[in-house]
């Protein structure tokens, strides 16, 4: 039996007894949206999480960092539908709400800017894709140091060599 078919059970009674605005059934949307995009229908994951977002955006100041766990699940299916651009104008939208409400050097922050790197680089802007992924790099060691698995994983975050091949290494910071 598919994990979705318990899921939406669950879904409807929240609605029913909570509301179709309420925090808890936008919840419930967006673990369903997940379960379905992991089974592969991304159609039907967008479209489910795309609502959840427009009734988020109701909810809440516009650029409320309460946005970014929405926004990043959306990035990411629209980019396994081969969507970049539309994945990084979500993930743009992460990092500017991390930079205002936590500012620029949080770890939050930088792992936002981390995955509008790969948003970008997938969208084939690999030379901006590569600056922000130095800058994110340089703070990260900055901030938390050599073996710093954020660190760590800023230095090859395409799992390629890309930044070694570029001389950016972390010895070389």
Known sequence: MRLANFTKPVL??????LGAEHSDTIDSIEALALIIQDQGDLSVAR???EGALKV????????DIALAPALSNLAVTVARQGDWKTAATLAREIVDACESALGPD??????AKHELAKFMKGGGHLGESLHLHELTLKARVRLLGTVHEDTLESEDPFGNGTLCVWGLRLSTL
């Open 12 to 17: 409807a009674q929240r609605t029913r007894v």
């Open 47 to 49: 479209r489910l999480q």
């Open 56 to 63: 988020r955006r109701r909810l809440v100041a516009p650029g």
């Open 106 to 111: 949080h770890r939050n922050t930088l792992r």
